[in-house]
Structure formats: structure tokens, C-alpha cells
């Protein structure tokens, strides 16, 4: 393999790590936008949506088979669900406590965490589920570049749910108001904009879009466990800081990034594989240290 | 101190002891059983518990140990994580266990050794296999299942049957797949063979496209993975998805049936080294059966060796004829190679034992079928 093949190869591998990110980073910095709450269960969403998304392809593969076709209608059934869980959550949990300190609320998420972790442990026996799907592992090689179909779909999907969310927030009713009640919510009361509905549509986008980025990793990778997103929610929270916390566009990029450097990163010499999460952390540090509002971030005077 | 405080003490001492004696004497006999029944590698634990469970009913149904003593098993859940296990055995040390059975995880097993050191309660080890449980054996322990440095010489005899220079070994950073990783690596440059890639994944991590790139660059013609079935599972799919040709092997630790689970097809040719399962013992037969009738499915790979440490507990400590630690201690170590399900039993001086149990197994239609060269 030369190093341009090998090059080409990073790049591939890392849009699709970064797809996922990027999925899952956008309902991060969605619900920082509008409550400033950094969701920590964040990741378990995606967790739970791997397992919905499981549960939705076992109802409809009886007729529409376990290729792609099943798998998307079970990852729209598991957006469904997940994204009404995630505005359960936000009802019970958030949404008391709304007035309250930032750090109880910061406090609750990581509980919520814990729940949903602990109910999929209990439920699950701790156990690998196995995430049988029909997809073969066909690709095209490109000399010694590897490109499976299933990369290629599953950067496809990524891309369209992430322009379908941008078009969603610049162009509709809705997306206007997110925007507004991001920006000063007591405000946006005053002209009538009904704050509560704003902030339970953005927790269904971004639940939703975690359940999305589950379904498909679930697909992909083959198997699931309770404790798939533990790791994935550090690495997006990463993504959304290194893209500036807040902004939709910036969570893109930094999944993109943080995907792309993972992919590099393992290949400086003396680096191996080992460091790879060393790697990703020492990003979310430096970013911290040196430009905190990432590289889209408005800065703001007050954070968490 | 006073004297008569010591006085007083040691009393309450005498008493504490006495008491505690009495009631050792005609209560059940508790015997620990440590092994993850939570976590990534549960599956294994819970197999290994029922094999336990089944060895003790029947002792309990042939009237028991030290003269009608029923055994009663308590189980310590470690999840494979050092710390929990480390709170599972000091649980299990209070419980004023006779002796404990079990230890799946080498990286789990490994600080409970100084607990039940300290405690001076027997250990039968019945599946961790790292090397580095023999220096952090303070004596009170026993391993009945062969070490890593005997499946790295087994693993070196395969991979060069199989013609192969260029080895790629792959980890998860934990003592037992470190361990064999070590192991084999050393096995393997001493041959004179190149280690074209040793590398390490983290537990948990999903995406190993940046690995696969790696091994795949490095011209390994096989890949031989240390670690769990559950990691395990998704490389292997990873490297056939990614078009790796080449052999892969699997270390004990992944020759669950789970594996087929995870990675599907792509698990198809895959060996993997293996202790000896209840399907390729000839002595197991009717233990599959009981097993089988009982639980309803089969006994998976650690059963027959969780079955015979029990076994060999409930024999040292009727050999004892006591329930004092020390005694048992000393029965186990005298294990002088009677015949048990998984093949006679003795120790080395190192407490570990004395022969190699490795057979190489083949991933065909679904399950694990014996490799003969």
C-alpha cells in the first residue's frame, strides 16, 4: 500500500467515524443552544436507539427484509421512538429544573445517564445483541483503497438527515424559533413564542438524530450493548466542542474533524492504535485551552 | 495496655473463635463462587455458575461433604472489572466462605488474589489463565486451567503449520490478553518469524478501520486476536469487510459461540485455541447431558473446567476432613493427577498445572468444530 492509497484510505474510514459523530454531536449542541444544558445522556439516546432500532427491523423484516430498505424504516420507527423518549426525559427530568443552578440540572442529566444505562443492562443481562441484517460486505476496491457499500450508504444517510436538520433550522417556522429561543428565550416569551413546545421539538430532532446514528452503527458494526454509548457520547460531546458548543453547522464539522483525526492520528509514526483515545481527549483539551468557543462557537460570557 | 484489658481481649477472642467454630461445624459449608455475571463477558460467568451449581447438587445429593454437610454456593459477581471484583471477593471473605471457586477474567482474578491471601481462604482458579496470576499467587491458590505461556507454544506451532512469516497480534491491554499478546509475540520473534504489527483496541471501541488499515499495510498474512469473543467478534468482521484474506486465530478468551453471533459469516474459517470444551472430552458425555436436561442448552466452553473446580473443592476439603484453610490449602496442592472431566490434575510447585489442555478448533457452519491438521 502506498501512502497516497493509504491516504485515500484514512480519509474514507474517517467520514464514516465522523458521520457518526456528527450525528450524534448535533443533539448535544442543539439542546446547549436552547437550555445550556450539556445532555450527558446524550449518548445513551444512541445507545437506546440502537436497541429500537433492533427491535423495529426484528417487527419489519418479516416483509421488507433486513437489507437497507428494512433498515431505514426500522431506524425512522427508532427515531420515532427515541426522539418522543428524549421529550419524555426532557419533561420529567429537564424540565423542573429549568430555573434551578446549572450544575443540578448538569447533575440530572448524568443520573438520566445512569437510568437509561442501567435499565438496558437489566434488560439486556449485560448481554452483545446481535444486529443481523442482510447487508453483505461488498465494496469496491479501488487498487488498494476499500470502499464498502455500506460506507457509502451509511455517509449518504448521514449527509442527507444533516441537510434535511440545516434546511429544517434556516428555512421553517420552527427552526427560526429554535434559533431565537437560543439566543434569549425570556425574550422570544414576550413575542409569543411558545418556549416550551421550541425546546421539545429540539429534543425530539436531537434524540431522534442519536437514534438515527444508533440504528446505523448497529447495522454496520453488527452487535450492541448497553454500554455502546458511553464512549461515542464523550467522543460527540468532543465534536461539539471542537466545532463550538451551540452551533449546528460546528457539530458537523468537528464530527467530521475529530472522525478524520481519529483516522490519522493512528498512523503518525510511534502512535498506535493504543492512543487513539489519548489522542481524541488531548484534542478536546487543547480546544478547551486555547479557542474554548471551538471554531464556529459565538463566544458568550457566561458557560458551564 | 492494661492487663486486664488484654484479659478481656483475649476472651473475647477465644469466644469470637469458639463461636464462630460451633457454628462451622454443623451449618452447610458456603463455598464462593466468583465469576462475572454481569457485564461484556456474562455469558461465560452464568455458564460457569450452573456448571458449579450442577457439581454441587450432585455432591449434595450423594449426602454432602465432612459427614452430611450440604454445600451452599454464594456468588460474587466481579463483571470482569478489577475494582468490582475486588468488592466481590471482600464480600465473599466475610461471608467466612470455606473456599472459593471461580475467576474467568485473569485481569478480575488477579487483586483478589491478595484478599483471599490475606484471608487465607483456598482458591481453585478455574479459567483465568494469565501468567501473571502465578507471581501474585500468595500460595492459598490453584490453577487448574493451562497458562498462557502454554497456548502461546500451541499458538506458535499452528501459524507456522500454516506456513505463515508475518504475524499481526492484536490485544485489548488487559492482563490476560496482554499477557498472551506478550507471550506469543516473544514465542514468535524467538522463532525467528517477524511480528509484522502488534497493536492494542480499546475495550468497548466499535470502529477498527484505522487498525484493519494498519494490520492490512503492515503485509501481516495473519492476524491472531488475544482478547474476549465481543471485541473479537467485530474485528474479525471488520478484517473480512475490509478484504483481509489472511488467517485469523482467536485466543481462548473468543471461542465462545457468541462469536458467530457478531460476526456472522466473516467468522467462517476462523480458528481459535481453545481449553478443553465439553464437546471434544470424551469423559463429558454425561455432563453435557446433565447439563443439557437441566438448563436447556450447552454447556459452553468453561463449563466441564468450572464443574471440576468444584469438584476438586468438594474433594480437598473431604480429604482435609476439615474446614480450616490451611488444610485444604494443602489437600488441593497434593491433587496427585486423578482423572476429572477435563483430564488428570496435578501441580506444578508454581500452583499452577502441570500440563498443557490446548486444542485448536475451527469456526465451520456456525459453531466450533476440532481442527486436525
Keep these: 500500500m502506498t501512502w497516497y492509497d493509504s491516504f485515500l484510505q484514512q480519509l474514507v474510514d474517517g467520514l464514516v467515524l465522523g458521520s457518526f459523530y456528527a450525528l450524534v454531536a448535533l443533539g448535544y449542541t442543539m439542546v446547549f443552544g436552547v437550555i445550556k444544558l450539556l445532555n450527558f445522556a446524550h449518548g445513551d439516546l444512541y445507545m437506546t436507539g440502537a436497541f429500537a432500532g433492533f427491535g423495529g427491523l426484528s417487527l419489519v423484516s418479516g416483509f421488507l427484509g433486513a437489507g437497507w430498505l428494512g433498515i431505514f424504516v426500522a431506524m425512522l420507527l427508532a427515531m420515532l421512538a427515541v426522539g418522543c423518549l428524549g421529550v419524555v426525559i426532557e419533561r420529567v427530568a429537564y424540565h423542573p429544573m429549568l430555573g434551578a443552578p446549572r450544575l443540578s440540572i448538569l447533575i440530572t442529566a448524568l443520573a438520566v445517564s445512569l437510568v437509561l444505562q442501567n435499565a438496558a443492562l437489566a434488560l439486556t443481562g449485560g448481554q452483545y445483541t446481535a444486529f443481523r441484517t442482510d447487508l453483505g460486505f461488498g465494496g469496491f476496491n479501488l487498487g488498494n483503497l476499500f470502499l464498502s457499500h455500506n460506507q457509502i450508504v451509511l455517509v449518504a444517510t448521514a449527509a442527507v438527515l444533516m441537510i434535511a436538520l440545516e434546511l429544517f433550522v434556516s428555512r421553517t417556522l420552527y427552526g427560526r424559533a429554535m434559533r431565537a429561543v437560543s439566543i434569549d428565550k425570556d425574550m422570544c416569551r414576550m413575542m409569543g413564542i411558545n418556549v416550551s413546545a421550541v425546546i421539545a421539538v429540539t429534543f425530539f430532532i436531537g434524540s431522534g438524530l442519536a437514534a438515527a446514528a444508533g440504528t446505523m452503527a448497529g447495522a454496520y458494526y453488527g452487535s450492541i450493548w448497553y454500554f455502546m454509548g458511553f464512549l461515542i457520547g464523550l467522543k460527540a460531546f468532543t465534536a461539539a466542542v471542537i466545532g463550538g458548543i451551540g452551533s449546528i453547522t460546528g457539530a458537523m464539522l468537528g464530527g467530521l474533524i475529530l472522525g478524520l483525526l481519529e483516522s490519522f492520528g493512528t498512523h503518525i509514526p510511534f502512535i498506535g492504535s493504543e492512543w487513539k483515545d489519548v489522542f481524541t481527549f488531548s484534542i478536546l483539551i487543547l480546544v478547551l485551552v486555547f479557542k474554548p468557543t471551538g471554531l464556529l462557537g459565538k463566544s458568550e460570557v457566561e458557560r458551564m | ?373
Design chain 2, 1 to 373: 495496655m492494661g492487663k486486664f484489658l488484654k484479659l478481656i481481649a483475649s476472651a473475647a477472642v477465644v469466644n469470637l473463635a469458639a463461636g464462630s467454630l460451633a457454628m462451622a461445624q454443623d451449618g452447610p459449608i458456603t463455598i464462593g463462587v466468583q465469576v462475572p455475571t454481569t457485564g461484556s463477558e456474562a455469558t461465560y460467568g452464568k455458564d460457569m455458575y450452573n456448571a458449579m451449581m450442577l457439581a454441587a447438587d450432585e455432591i449434595n445429593a450423594d449426602g454432602g461433604l465432612l459427614n452430611g454437610r450440604q454445600i451452599e454456593l454464594v456468588t460474587g459477581d466481579t463483571a470482569c472489572d478489577p475494582q468490582q471484583s475486588v468488592n466481590a471477593a471482600s464480600r465473599l471473605a466475610s461471608q467466612e466462605v470455606v473456599g472459593v471457586v471461580g475467576g474467568y477474567c485473569s485481569g478480575a482474578t488477579q487483586p483478589t488474589l491478595k484478599t483471599y491471601g490475606d484471608a487465607n481462604i483456598p482458591f481453585v482458579i478455574v479459567a483465568a489463565n494469565s501468567t501473571q496470576l502465578i507471581p501474585a499467587n500468595p500460595g492459598n491458590a490453584v490453577m487448574i486451567n493451562s497458562t498462557g505461556d502454554d497456548q502461546a507454544k500451541t499458538a506458535l506451532e499452528f501459524f507456522e503449520g500454516k506456513d505463515i512469516e508475518k504475524l499481526a497480534i492484536v490485544n485489548q491491554g488487559d492482563a490476560y490478553s496482554q499477557d498472551l499478546a506478550n507471550l506469543t509475540r516473544d514465542a514468535w520473534t524467538g522463532a525467528g518469524h517477524t511480528v509484522s504489527a502488534f497493536e492494542y483496541v480499546n475495550k468497548g471501541e466499535q470502529d477498527f478501520s484505522a487498525l484493519v488499515n494498519k494490520i492490512r499495510g503492515s503485509g501481516a498474512e495473519a492476524v491472531f486476536w488475544t482478547a474476549y469473543y465481543a471485541d473479537g467478534g467485530l474485528l474479525i468482521r471488520q478484517l473480512r469487510q475490509r478484504g483481509f484474506q489472511g488467517t485469523i486465530a482467536v485466543g481462548d478468551g473468543s471461542n465462545s459461540p457468541e462469536l458467530f453471533n457478531i460476526a456472522g459469516q466473516a467468522a467462517e474459517g476462523v480458528f481459535a485455541f481453545s481449553n478443553p470444551t465439553a464437546d471434544f472430552l470424551p469423559a463429558a458425555k454425561q455432563f453435557t447431558s446433565d447439563y443439557e436436561s437441566r438448563f436447556g442448552n450447552a454447556p459452553g466452553p468453561y463449563a466441564p473446567l468450572a464443574y471440576d473446580g468444584m469438584q476438586l473443592m468438594a474433594w480437598a476439603i473431604d480429604k482435609a476432613g476439615s474446614t480450616d484453610g490451611d488444610a485444604i490449602i494443602k489437600a488441593l496442592n497434593s491433587a496427585d493427577g486423578q482423572e476429572w472431566l477435563a483430564g488428570p490434575i496435578s501441580f506444578t510447585p508454581q500452583h499452577t498445572l502441570a500440563r498443557s489442555n490446548f486444542v485448536v478448533l475451527e469456526g465451520q457452519g456456525g459453531k466450533w468444530t476440532r481442527y486436525e491438521e
